[in-house]
C-alpha cells in the first residue's frame, strides 16, 4: 500500500509538470506580490502608522489568501488525478467547489484545535511536564493516522462527491499510517535538498553577488515549495481512489 501511494504520487506528479505549474503558478505568482508588497507597507510605514497594525491587516490578508490558494490549487489537482480535468494556463479559479473545500479544511482544523485543547487541559489538570508529554505522544499516535484518514472528505468534495467524516474514517480503515509515512518520506528528500542549497549558497557568499544568491535562493525555494505541496495533495488523491476502489469491491472495513 505505501509502495503504491508513493509510486503513484511520484508519477502523478513528476510525469504532468506542466500541469503541475498551471495548477499553481499563478497563485504563486500573487502570493510573491502579496508578501512583497506586505514588507514594503510594513517597512515604509515608519511613524505615519502603527506598525502593529499594519503587521495585523497583512497577517490576516496572508492567511485568508493561503487558505484560498490552498483551496483553488487543492481542488484543482485532486480533480485532474482523479477526473482527468486540467486547469488552464492561468488558474485561479475560487467557486462554490473551492469555497467547500475551505469549509472542510476549517473543520479538519477544528480536529487539530480539539487535540491541542485536550492536551492543555491535562496538563493544567494535571501539572506534570512529563505526564504531559507522554499523553501528548500517545495521542499523537492515535491522532496521526485518524487525521489523515478523514482528511479523504478533501478530495471527495474536490470531485463533488462528499461525504462525511464518518465514513471518510470508515472507507480508509489501515491508510492511516500509510499515507502520513508517504507524505513523510515525499517531503523529507525536498527538505534536506533545499537546507543543502542554502548552505552551499552561503558558503559561496564570499564569491557571487548577494543578490544574485537572495535571487538563487528565491526560485529554488519556489520550486521546491510547488513540488512539495503537489506531493501532498496527491498522496490523499491516492488515498482516495484506493479507498473508493475498496468500497466498490465491498473490502472497505
Not at 15 to 43: D, H, P, Y
Not at 162 to 168: D, K, N, Q, V, W
Amino acid at each position: 500500500m505505501l509502495k503504491r501511494l508513493l509510486s503513484e504520487s511520484v508519477s502523478l506528479v513528476f510525469g504532468n509538470l506542466e500541469v503541475v505549474f498551471k495548477t499553481c503558478g499563478s497563485w504563486i505568482v500573487l502570493q510573491f506580490v502579496l508578501m512583497t508588497s506586505a514588507r514594503l507597507v510594513v517597512g515604509s510605514a515608519g511613524q505615519q502608522a502603527d506598525p502593529s497594525v499594519q503587521a495585523v491587516f497583512f497577517s490576516l490578508a496572508i492567511m485568508v489568501f493561503t487558505l484560498v490558494s490552498s483551496a483553488s490549487i487543492s481542488v484543482a489537482w485532486h480533480r485532474f488525478g482523479l477526473l482527468g480535468d486540467k486547469p488552464g494556463l492561468i488558474h485561479l479559479k475560487f467557486s462554490r467547489i473551492e469555497l467547500s473545500f475551505v469549509l472542510k479544511m476549517l473543520l479538519l482544523g477544528l480536529f487539530v484545535l480539539g487535540l491541542w485543547l485536550v492536551v492543555l487541559l491535562v496538563h493544567n489538570l494535571i501539572l506534570v511536564p512529563a505526564f504531559t508529554i507522554v499523553f501528548g505522544l500517545l495521542l499523537l499516535f492515535f491522532a496521526i493516522p485518524a487525521f489523515f484518514r478523514l482528511s479523504l472528505i478533501l478530495p471527495a468534495t474536490a470531485v463533488e462527491r462528499p461525504i462525511g467524516l464518518g465514513e471518510a474514517y470508515s472507507v480508509s480503515a489501515g491508510l492511516g499510517w500509510y499515507m502520513f509515512f508517504a507524505s513523510v518520506i515525499l517531503a523529507l528528500p525536498f527538505a534536506l535538498a533545499n537546507l543543502g542549497i542554502q548552505y552551499l549558497l552561503q558558503a559561496a557568499s564570499g564569491s557571487i553577488p548577494l543578490l544574485f544568491i537572495q535571487i538563487k535562493i528565491l526560485i529554488l525555494n519556489v520550486l521546491l515549495q510547488i513540488i512539495v505541496t503537489v506531493l501532498g495533495i496527491s498522496v490523499l488523491t491516492g488515498g482516495y481512489r484506493i479507498a473508493m476502489e475498496r468500497k466498490t469491491n465491498g473490502t472497505g472495513n
